[in-house]
């Protein structure tokens, strides 16, 4: 899978296996998807172009770096609000397109209730964001709709994959690049990842339904 890259970084391997835990109690978990984002956005972002800019150091002037790209944040809501806060925080000037997806627990397919992406204008670069990446139906979702803008360089961060949803996934979409702290062999009947996190949507925002 030419354009898939899972992070080797010991501290996301470190971090995911916190993640995954089941005691681990919201407010960390929260943390450590925060933590994740920033591992996964840094590796996903590594060939950005830039461009001069001119910096008034307190010694004298010299050339320096801008972004040249206009970059997008794309959350799948609602797990992929928790990748927002850490990647603004490397991309302070990114601007934030939020898409609302569920998955129908009976057909497992994508509902989309939320996409307000503007006609036109689209931005250089897509950042699509959802921790979970199972059947791989609601990041085709969000990456559709982000070619119907016309965005032209579409990457995805998700923290966690599943073997047969990633494969899919780059079968249909080669030239997506897509960054991933994890991949998990398998999906169960209910298409959850295993041994997987669980609900990230759920453990994230403390929300378990008995
Ligand atoms: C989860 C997850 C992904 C999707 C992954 O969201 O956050 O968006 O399922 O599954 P897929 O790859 O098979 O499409 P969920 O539908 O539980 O919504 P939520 O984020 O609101 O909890």
Redesign the pocket.
């Known amino acids: 899978m030419q354009n898939v890259f899972e992070l080797t970084h010991p501290l996301a391997a470190h971090h995911l296996s916190i993640l995954r835990d089941v005691s681990t109690t919201p407010a960390q978990f929260r943390t450590q998807i925060h933590l994740l984002a920033m591992l996964l956005a840094v590796r996903a972002t590594d060939d950005l172009g830039l461009e001069p800019s001119q910096v008034q150091t307190p010694l004298t002037q010299m050339t320096g770096n801008r972004l040249a790209q206009r970059i997008g944040i794309v959350p799948?809501?609602?797990?992929?609000l928790g990748l927002v806060e850490p990647v603004l925080q490397l991309i302070p000037d990114a601007a934030v397109w939020h898409l609302g997806?569920?998955?129908d627990e009976a057909t497992?397919q994508?509902v989309e209730y939320y996409c307000k992406l503007p006609a036109g204008n689209a931005v250089d670069v897509g950042l699509v964001l959802?921790?979970?990446?199972?059947?791989?139906?609601?990041?085709?979702a969000a990456v559709l709709a982000l070619k119907r803008w016309g965005v032209q360089d579409i990457r995805v961060l998700s923290v966690l994959a599943?073997k047969q949803?990633v494969e899919q996934f780059h079968q249909d979409f080669p030239e997506v690049k897509v960054f991933v702290a994890g991949i998990d062999p398998e999906l169960n009947a209910h298409?959850f990842i295993v041994p997987g996190l669980g609900?990230?949507?759920?453990r994230m925002f403390n929300s378990q339904r008995d």
């Open positions: 799948i809501l609602r797990a992929g997806m569920y998955r497992a994508p959802d921790p979970m990446l199972a059947t791989g139906g609601s990041i085709r599943a949803g298409k609900d990230a949507g759920d």
